[in-house]
């Protein structure tokens, strides 16, 4: 049956609530919580990203029925000054509502996945306190990320990003007193700051294309941009250009892009369910939304589409070659998250924008099933170790560190801050160290298996969501971009190698520490989340399978309207003739070249990790066979050194020069104590002390004293107190008298 308009049109106006939901669960937690239950806050919490999802559900099911024409929802008055006047309405189209379904129902199972988290995380860090903080921040990124992919306007879009960027700021520095280990320090801290910076200058580029842009259409509507840009680029090219690649600086700091990519490995200083929700699935994909949404601009202007296709796949085998080197589970997976971007940018950047969304809502699921699946790795070396330490037992004569793992360095300078009040663990043991592990898919058999399925999901291999979605990204650029077709082809051949290295060392062998011996399976409110998304990481690819397209043709309703030509699967770049091995839209030989190497990959990982397992305290394999290329992917090509050398200590040395030389020695000593303060006393001292007020005022009121003074010593001598003084007196007042008298 068909759904009446009047349905239709009342779920359209739903929209506004799937901000409201999330603000009302928050707000309930800060006001309520600290009289609730933990289970009843984070089910709160929960509930109120479900609603928003339920609440997506039903707007994508307006959009059906309305056979996808897009709707704008007024809701307030926002700004007017003048003649410009900017609403705050929502844009529900296919585009929007696709990122509402993932950051909502992704949310959601993240949300439910942090009850059983965070509800042991803040008592291995002996702080319980935190838990309801904890989901009071996670409601909030939902509610300023529906704002975000919600918005009808770049300035609507811009608070949403803004807001997203301060919450991943406050999750980043959630144990903002610690390092990753729980000791005292303060380099979470540090990684928060370092991310929300970074993100500064990316934010920079995207107010210097929203400004440019108003300044020649006159508009931040969406509507309106759209409606001119051709008029725009036909009549100042380089004002297109300009805005596209401002936006570009914009992406690359939102989603992890060189060169600003380098926050986001910091970022797995947050705990698990935040590197899945915000750092996986949804905030770093904003930056590809941001290039979607404005596809009628890119598509004016083929030289901005390559530069940001060529950043991609840039991106995605430099991040690539690093994951190779790292022994962090987590720190793998925040480079592959920047290596899988990467694809994501190149694909819209081609102008294959269905792809590279497609793209993003399966790497959704199979990356927050595999962070997901490594923070229950993490507990349950938590709860081996501290089942060791609770019988009085200790790991592994030497847990690996700082010989050869550069995170020790970054976790253990707490310089002055050792104040900082914190239990000091058992043993500085590092649960997130990979040659720490071993053996666990004996321990922790749910997690291997849905690690492993993520795993050959992100790796491509058939028939899993990755393999369709990766896939479609390298037909394309295999048509008319060779370069970034081979970028990214050598890419996807190490993001299976360095998965099935991870594979190898975390769960199969013996166990490297005590720990791993004793790790312990998670409970079912961890695990049951990741069987939601190892099932949709499976099945995934069915949204825009060959012939069917559903998932073109849903997309296809927004971006494949008029200006935005090209948009749907890059369809400027389809032949006439349709070569024999192109099915339906799937391409053979690409998709048969890329499984063969993913294959080829994780063969080559099994005979470097998989068929002699690592035993505890050895060396990386590669390490040996490599030499300095392995120590530049373990140091990250020592990118973060080149940074801190180029800029932070520039930046530094600036800092001081102004503080020392400007600040002090100039404006303090010199413009400040000496111009000003002793121009000041010298006048006091000198002009206004010895001059005026000494040789003046008092020279002349002294003056009149010594007068009196000599004066009342002269006229003493005649008050001398003898008669006969007074009597001569007399007699010469007499006389002196007379003689006037005689004279006149």
């Avoid at 939304?289 to 390559?306: D, F, G, K, N, W």
């Avoid at 400027?572 to 024999?580: L, M, S, Y």
């Avoid at 180029?646 to 111009?675: M, Q, T």
């Avoid at 003898?722 to 007196?729: E, G, I, Q």
Wanted: one cysteine or more.
């Amino acid at each position: 049956m068909l759904m009446s308009e009047t349905m239709i049109s009342t779920f359209f106006n739903l929209v506004p609530l799937i901000v409201f939901f999330p603000v009302i669960g928050l707000l309930i937690n800060i006001v309520f919580g600290g009289w609730m239950k933990e289970k009843a806050i984070g089910w709160l919490a929960s509930a109120a990203s479900g609603l928003a999802f339920v609440v997506s559900v039903l707007l994508a099911v307006s959009l059906s029925g309305a056979h996808g024409e897009a709707q704008v929802v007024p809701f307030a008055e926002w700004i007017r000054i003048g003649e410009l006047n900017i609403p705050w309405n929502f844009r529900v189209d296919t585009l929007s509502v696709t990122m509402m379904l993932v950051v909502s129902g992704v949310g959601t199972l993240i949300h439910i996945y942090a009850i059983g988290y965070m509800h042991e995380d803040v008592r291995f860090k002996n702080d319980p306190g935190r838990f309801r903080r904890f989901f009071v921040f996670l409601n909030l990124f939902i509610a300023m990320m529906m704002i975000l992919v919600s918005g009808d306007s770049y300035l609507m879009l811009f608070v949403g990003w803004e807001g997203v960027g301060l919450c991943s700021f406050l999750l980043i520095g959630f144990w903002y007193e610690m390092d990753t280990l729980g000791r005292p320090s303060w380099a979470n801290s540090d990684a928060a700051k370092k991310a929300f910076v970074v993100n500064r200058i990316g934010d920079l580029g995207f107010i210097l294309a929203a400004m440019t842009m108003f300044w020649y259409f006159g508009s931040l509507q969406f509507g309106e941009v759209f409606a001119r840009a051709e008029e725009i680029a036909a009549a100042q090219p380089l004002v297109m250009i300009a805005i596209t690649l401002f936006m570009l600086i914009g992406v690359a700091g939102k989603s992890a892009q060189i060169p600003l990519y380098v926050w986001l490995p910091d970022a797995m200083a947050g705990p698990t369910p935040v590197s899945a929700l915000i750092h996986a699935a949804t905030m770093v994909t904003a930056g590809v939304y941001l290039v979607a949404r404005s596809a009628p601009l890119y598509t004016l202007v083929p030289q901005a589409q390559y530069i940001v296709a060529l950043v991609g796949a840039l991106t995605a085998l430099f991040a690539a070659t690093i994951a190779v080197g790292q022994y962090d589970i987590k720190k793998v997976l925040a480079y592959s998250t920047i290596s899988q971007l990467g694809f994501m940018v190149a694909a819209v950047g081609m102008g294959a924008y269905v792809a590279g969304m497609f793209h993003l809502v399966t790497h959704a699921f199979f990356k927050a099933l595999l962070f997901l699946s490594a923070g229950s790795v993490i507990l349950g070396l938590e709860r081996g170790h501290h089942h060791l330490a609770h019988h009085g037992r200790h790991g592994s004569p030497k847990s690996p560190t700082s010989d050869s793992d550069p995170r020790s360095q970054e976790t253990s300078d707490s310089g002055h801050h050792e104040e900082v009040r914190r239990a000091e663990p058992v043993e500085a043991f590092d649960p997130g160290d990979m040659r720490n592990m071993g053996g666990l898919r004996k321990t922790m058999p749910v997690t291997f298996w849905l690690y492993l399925i993520g795993t050959l999901a992100l790796a491509g291999i058939f028939p899993l969501a990755g393999f369709w979605s990766k896939d479609e990204i390298l037909a394309d650029a295999q048509l008319h971009y060779p370069l970034v077709y081979i970028l990214l082809t050598i890419a996807a051949f190490f993001t299976a190698f360095y998965m099935g290295r991870q594979i190898w060392m975390v769960f199969f062998g013996k166990a490297r520490h005590d720990a791993a011996a004793h790790a312990e399976e998670s409970k079912l409110i961890v695990t049951a989340p990741l069987m939601v998304l190892a099932g949709l990481s499976i099945f995934g690819g069915a949204l825009n399978l060959p012939y069917l397209h559903t998932f073109t043709h849903w997309l296809g309703y927004t971006l494949g309207g008029e200006g935005a030509q090209a948009v749907a699967e890059g369809a400027a770049h389809v032949t006439e003739v349709t070569p024999w091995y192109v099915l339906g839209g799937l391409n053979l030989a690409v998709a048969g070249l890329s499984t063969l190497l993913a294959l080829a990959a994780i063969y080559f990982s099994w005979l470097i990790y998989g068929r002699k397992p690592l035993a505890a305290g050895q060396k990386d394999p590669l390490k040996k066979g490599l030499g300095f290329i392995f120590t530049g992917m373990e140091r990250k090509w020592f990118v973060d050194e080149i940074y801190w050398a180029a800029f932070v200590d520039r930046y530094v040395d600036i800092s001081r020069f102004l503080a020392d030389v400007i600040d002090g020695r100039f404006w303090h000593d010199w413009f400040h104590d000496k111009l000003l303060a002793g121009t000041y006393n010298w006048l006091s001292r000198v002009a206004l002390d010895k001059v005026i007020d000494t040789r003046g005022i008092d020279a002349f009121f002294n003056g009149l004293g010594e007068l009196t003074k000599q004066a009342s010593t002269n006229l003493r001598r005649l008050q001398n107190g003898f008669v006969r003084s007074y009597a001569l007196a007399v007699l010469f007042g007499v006389v002196a008298i007379l003689g006037y008298l005689l004279i006149r």
